[in-house]
């Protein structure tokens, strides 16, 4: 059993077990009923984590507003949980430091006191991930054309467009990016939601973000499990480019796109670093890439190479480092999300879970997210839009390179 595999198990488990936890708790407040007209309580709470194996399936069958709902409820009730198991040990915490001091507060009270601050939290958290952040991040590049000195990038990841963050949140994000004015916008995958009914509905939101030199896309995971073809469709309306194996340059500076792989293997994708595939060397290059991890990942198959990007992360980025990439752009860890994700989030991507990280001449930038999946909560960490700018690095030029170099002939 892959690693991925025994995490994911492992976490399933610990859901069941707090779900039966909580339906423990339910049944102690039901004053009055016998041990036989609890049980069904304690049942239906442990069958509550299989709900969003129903509703994926169910959406995959039929596609529609009744998996949708489904889903919202599930995602909101497992925010709820998480923060009920959280609230529940610190009040227990609190009991027994209070039994010991001589004063033992009822059970009862225990778990309502609980339970109204996990209903706290969750509404906290809900209006957090509603509204991204503006971060600024400065990256430097070598020999960066002096056409790119004052301009701006955007650079958005894991929307997660669908039931939860709908028209009304796509609305607010495009007037938010279009008032930066940026030059160029990136948006490294996981666009839509796993369970997006039509992604053409998005479509004419989409086409309203507006940059001097256009929004650039590659495809994430979730993409292709929504189907890459409705995904491309829906972009090809909205006038979004999709690198995908694709190397687009603006006024000097390279960007290339890698898609999540989908069932076929990475020889059978275009390859950007080919003879024939466009990738300068002695060209600067920003490298989109859904995950924080190397483009030259192993050729498992897809179920396994998900589990592997998410568990067992390859963060040496050994081959775009060789190939000469200067900057790698990814989003898919959501910076943990929320509390107490993040933790192990940060176990297994260590410092690449989100942030600006250097190299030598390479740096890689993962965004925290735009959006939620999952549980629509943030607590701990905030959805952001990167403005990023490229400032010229004081680093030796490359060789090879015969152009304007920070503004600077050679």
């Not at 020999?143 to 949140?169: K, N, Y």
């Amino acid at each position: 059993m892959s690693r991925g595999r025994l995490i994911l198990l492992l976490f399933m488990g610990a859901l069941l077990g707090a779900h039966l936890a909580i339906g423990l708790c339910a049944a102690r407040l039901m004053v009055g009923r016998d041990a036989f007209a609890r049980f069904p309580l304690v049942l239906g709470f442990v069958l509550l984590p299989f709900t969003f194996r129903v509703a994926w399936a169910w959406n995959r069958r039929r596609p529609g507003i009744g998996p949708s709902i489904l889903h919202v409820c599930h995602s909101l009730w497992l925010a709820f949980v998480i923060h009920l198991v959280m609230a529940l040990a610190i009040a227990f915490l609190f009991g027994a430091v209070a039994a010991a001091a001589g004063r033992t507060p009822g059970v009862e009270s225990l778990i309502r006191t609980a339970a109204a601050l996990a209903l706290a939290l969750t509404a906290l958290g809900f209006v957090n991930a509603r509204y991204p952040r503006v971060k600024n991040v400065s990256i430097p590049v070598r020999d960066l054309p002096a056409a790119w000195a004052d301009r701006t990038l955007v650079h958005l990841s894991d929307v997660h467009l669908g039931p939860i963050q709908g028209r009304r949140f796509l609305r607010r994000l495009v007037k938010k990016v279009n008032r930066l004015d940026p030059d160029v916008i990136v948006i490294t995958g996981d666009l839509f939601d796993i369970f997006v009914r039509d992604p053409e509905r998005f479509a004419a939101g989409l086409a309203r973000f507006r940059s001097r030199h256009g929004v650039y896309f590659v495809i994430g995971n979730i993409e292709v499990h929504v189907g890459v073809d409705k995904v491309l469709q829906a972009l090809s309306r909205s006038g979004i480019l999709v690198l995908d194996g694709r190397v687009v340059d603006i006024d000097g500076l390279q960007f290339l796109g890698v898609g999540y792989p989908a069932k076929h293997s990475r020889e059978e994708q275009s390859d950007p670093f080919g003879p024939n595939g466009g990738y300068r060397r002695d060209v600067p290059c920003v490298l989109l890439y859904h995950t924080p991890t190397g483009v030259d990942g192993p050729r498992e198959d897809l179920s396994t190479r998900h589990l592997n990007a998410l568990f067992s992360p390859r963060t040496d980025f050994s081959f775009a480092r060789e190939a000469g990439v200067d900057v790698q752009l990814s989003g898919h860890t959501h910076g943990g999300q929320t509390f107490p994700f993040m933790l192990l989030t940060r176990r297994l991507f260590g410092k690449f879970a989100g942030g600006l990280h250097r190299m030598g001449d390479f740096s890689v930038y993962v965004s925290a997210g735009t959006g939620t999946w999952g549980p629509p909560v943030r607590l701990g960490t905030t959805p952001e839009i990167a403005v990023i700018r490229l400032v010229c690095s004081s680093r030796a030029p490359r060789s090879f390179s015969v152009r304007t170099v920070c503004g600077v002939s050679p």
